[in-house]
């Protein structure tokens, strides 16, 4: 039960930092100013879409809520928001990046980079809401109903994260997403040189 709690909340310490990481950049643009890095803008809202809907999101529902459903019949309310909520999760990611879009396509514009700036802080908030409430709600209720074998599959499958189009390693090929971000990114998000 420990190693597959541990292994979902480490993949959410990671898309919250890197969501925290957005809010920051975009917090220190709008106060200070300076040259935007799109590209860098670009890897971090890939690591927000891509991992949850290709990896994270998935196993959730076919593990976790899955086996819990059938465990407690009675968290159905729960779950069904919560994967309404991995629903919705695409729909605000499409905003976000048509925002991003239409801010690069004129950087300068204080609107339209203070317009991103705001979906980034909905989308954040959103994120983490989504997060806590499996955290607070869902693990608790888990670790009371699921069985052993349960957890067992749980823990394998969060163990596997592999790219079932490519065969790759999704772990490494997001770790290196991830490496990319803290090199390019600003202190305190990253090593980075200041966006000045």
Do not use: C
Request: hydrophobic share 40%.
């Amino acid at each position: 039960m420990q190693e597959a709690i541990s292994l979902i909340k480490a993949e959410h310490r990671s898309l919250a930092a890197v969501l925290h990481g957005l809010v920051t950049i975009m917090g220190d643009l709008q106060q200070s100013g300076g040259r935007t890095d799109f590209s860098l803008l670009g890897a971090m809202l890939d690591y927000v879409d891509q991992y949850p809907d290709r990896f994270h999101h998935p196993k959730e529902g076919q593990f976790l809520f899955r086996l819990l459903r059938a465990r407690a019949p009675d968290a159905a309310g729960l779950l069904d928001t919560l994967e309404t909520e991995h629903m919705k999760n695409r729909q605000l990611m499409g905003e976000l990046r048509q925002a991003l879009r239409r801010y690069q396509e004129q950087p300068s514009d204080r609107g339209r980079r203070d317009a991103w700036a705001e979906l980034v802080r909905q989308y954040a908030e959103f994120h983490w809401n989504h997060m806590r409430l499996e955290e607070e709600q869902v693990f608790p209720l888990a670790e009371s109903r699921l069985r052993p074998e349960d957890w067992a599959q749980i823990a394998a499958a969060f163990r596997q994260n592999e790219d079932p189009l490519t065969g790759l390693s999704a772990k490494l090929h997001y770790e290196e997403l991830l490496r990319r971000i803290v090199t390019a990114a600003p202190a305190p998000v990253g090593v980075g040189a200041p966006w000045r």
